[in-house]
Nanobody
Framework: QAQLVESGGGLVQAGGSLRLSCAAS????????MGWYRQAPGKQRDLVAV???????NYADSVKGRFTISRDIAKNTVALQMNSLKPEDTAVYYC????????????????WGQGTQVTVSS
C-alpha cells in the first residue's frame, strides 16, 4: 500500500498564490502519472493538472497559464504552484498517483491523498 499526504492549502485573497505539495510513501516500486484534482461543494471531482514520469503535463483549460505542476521523481513528490487565484478555484484539492507497488506487480494502482482545502476570497 502507498500513502499520499498533501500540504499547503489555506485561505487566500483573489489574485494571491498558494503552493500545494504531496508526498508519496509506503510500498512504491515506481510511479507513473501524478496529479491534482479538485472538488467544489456539490460538484464532481475534476482534473486540475497531471504530470507523467517523463515530464509531460496536462492542465484543465481553466487553470492554464496560472497553475504549474512539477515533480521530483527521486523523492516521489508532486507540487502545484497556483498563481492569480480566483474565487472559483475554491475547492478541496486531491493529490493522485498511479503506483506500481513491487517489481513483481506489473499493474499500476491509483492512490489518493486525503485532500486539502483551498479557499479564495473575493
Amino acid at each position: 500500500q502507498a500513502q499520499l499526504v498533501e500540504s499547503g492549502g489555506g485561505l487566500v485573497q483573489a489574485g494571491g498564490s498558494l503552493r500545494l505539495s504531496c508526498a508519496a510513501s509506503g510500498s512504491i516500486f515506481s510511479i507513473n502519472t501524478m496529479g491534482w484534482y479538485r472538488q467544489a461543494p456539490g460538484k464532481q471531482r475534476d482534473l486540475v493538472a497531471v504530470i507523467t514520469s517523463d515530464g509531460s503535463t496536462n492542465y484543465a483549460d481553466s487553470v492554464k497559464g496560472r497553475f504549474t505542476i512539477s515533480r521530483d521523481i527521486a523523492k516521489n513528490t508532486v507540487a502545484l504552484q497556483m498563481n492569480s487565484l480566483k474565487p472559483e478555484d475554491t475547492a478541496v484539492y486531491y493529490c493522485s498517483a498511479d503506483v506500481r507497488e513491487h517489481f513483481s506487480i506489473i499493474t499500476y494502482s491509483r492512490y489518493w491523498g486525503q485532500g486539502t482545502q483551498v479557499t479564495v476570497s473575493s
